[in-house]
Each structure stands twice: as structure tokens, then as C-alpha cells.
């Protein structure tokens, strides 16, 4: 079975750092691009951009290009997501997600991180 | 970048009727040299749950979804149909089209009982 199991809820404050995971299982991890998505409170879906995890070829959308570091530990079939100093406004739910290739559709998603940036 | 907009922004139905969904895209989400198929999929996402596909290539149906979804439309024009409301159905939808990057999502539809 197929499965992306995403770490727990985060408290930061404003300016601090923050890496994310997405723990893949039940396929090939290497061979499947990792997609993560955003959503605010309350709000729809933004595609941030997808890794490849065999050779971490990367695509992100210019909204977050900058804004977000995405990187695979191959080793133990992980997707990271990352900031170097998170805002206010970066606080809502991150989702990862697989695709078989690029382009294609998001077939699983992993259950969201909850990101809550605060003073 | 392709921008997708969905109609309406919400929506009831009574249990047992039908319910349709509209999405633009806008540019063509056809693509003609991939066995002319449409990058366009529907995602449902009920309140703390993640989003959930239903259907891909515009209208076929994932394994395990109800045959009451469908999906229609080509190009840019694309529908969502529930022919008969349940109360599991209650939820926001959203298109996505997965033509070129970035990978955009309309900005959902929230779908609920009359």
C-alpha cells in the first residue's frame, strides 16, 4: 500500500527555520516525483513546486521559488521541505503528494502538516 | 502560467438531485502529441482530511469512486457532475490541470445540502 506520512504540527516564531517531512512507503521512491502543496486557513490549494527524487531535479513555482527549499534523503525514502526564516504568512497546512511522472496528476497524498508561525 | 476558475464559488443541492461543477483553464489543457488527452484532474477535500482524487484525464474515474462522479469537457471547458447527492458528498472541490508547471488548482468549490 502506498503511503506518505508527513511529521507532526509545528509552533515557530517569525524568523526561524523549519524542515518539514514526507516519508514515503508501499512503492519505489526514487522513481516517483514528490509535488507539495499549500494551503492557508481557510483557503483552496497552491502547487509550490515537485521534486524528482533520483537525481533531485527540482521545479518550483516562481510564488515559491526563493521562499522554500525542497530536498530527498534517498536513504531513507524522505521528501523535505524547508524554510531559512519563516513569516506570518507562511502559517497554514503543507501537503505532499506523489506523481508517476511529470506532468501528471497527484494519485496520493500524505495526511498535512499543520505550520503555525506566531510571535 | 495557466489560471483555472471554477463556478460556483458555492453551491447546495437537495439529497438525490444532481450537482455540476464548471472549470476554466485559461489556455488549453489539450495536449495533442500525449494520446490527445486532457491534463485536468477533480480533487475532493472534506473539512481536516486531505484533498482526495476522483477523477483524472478530465474524466476517468478513479478506482474506488462512486460512479455517480463523472467528468466532461475538453480543451478549456470542463465539468463536474454528481447525479445524485449523498451526504458523504458534502465537501470542497477543486480542478487542477497538470499540463505545465506551476500545476495550478482552481480556487475550489464548496458543495453543500439544500
Known amino acids: 500500500e502506498v503511503q506518505l506520512v508527513q511529521s507532526g504540527a509545528e509552533v515557530k516564531k517569525p524568523g526561524e527555520s523549519l524542515k518539514i517531512s514526507c516519508r514515503a512507503s508501499g512503492y519505489s521512491f526514487v522513481y516517483y516525483w514528490i509535488g507539495w502543496v499549500r494551503q492557508l486557513p481557510g483557503k483552496g490549494l497552491e502547487w509550490m513546486g515537485t521534486?524528482?527524487?533520483?537525481?533531485?531535479?527540482?521545479r518550483y513555482s516562481p510564488s515559491f521559488q526563493g521562499q522554500v527549499t525542497m530536498s530527498v534523503d534517498k536513504s531513507i525514502a524522505t521528501a523535505y521541505l524547508q524554510w531559512s526564516g519563516l513569516k506570518t504568512s507562511d502559517t497554514g497546512v503543507y501537503f505532499c503528494?506523489?506523481?508517476?511522472?511529470?506532468?501528471?496528476?497527484?494519485?496520493?497524498w500524505g495526511q498535512g502538516t499543520l505550520v503555525t508561525v506566531s510571535s | 502560467d495557466i489560471v483555472m476558475s471554477q463556478s460556483p464559488d458555492s453551491l447546495a443541492v437537495a439529497l438525490g438531485e444532481r450537482a455540476t461543477i464548471n472549470c476554466t483553464s485559461s489556455q488549453s489543457v489539450l495536449h495533442s502529441s500525449k494520446k490527445s488527452r486532457n491534463f485536468l484532474a477533480w480533487f475532493q477535500q472534506k473539512p481536516g482530511q486531505a484533498p482526495n482524487l476522483l477523477l483524472y484525464?478530465?474524466?476517468t474515474r478513479k478506482s474506488g469512486v462512486p460512479d455517480r462522479f463523472s467528468g466532461s469537457g475538453s480543451g478549456t471547458d470542463f465539468t463536474l457532475t454528481i447525479s445524485s447527492l449523498q451526504p458523504e458528498d458534502v465537501a470542497v472541490y477543486y480542478c487542477q490541470q497538470y499540463y505545465s508547471t506551476p500545476f495550478s488548482f482552481g480556487q475550489g468549490t464548496k458543495l453543500g445540502i439544500k
Open positions: 484525464w478530465a474524466s
Open positions: 521534486i524528482y527524487p533520483d537525481d533531485s531535479e527540482t
Open positions: 503528494a506523489r506523481m508517476p511522472e511529470l506532468p501528471y496528476y497527484f494519485d496520493s
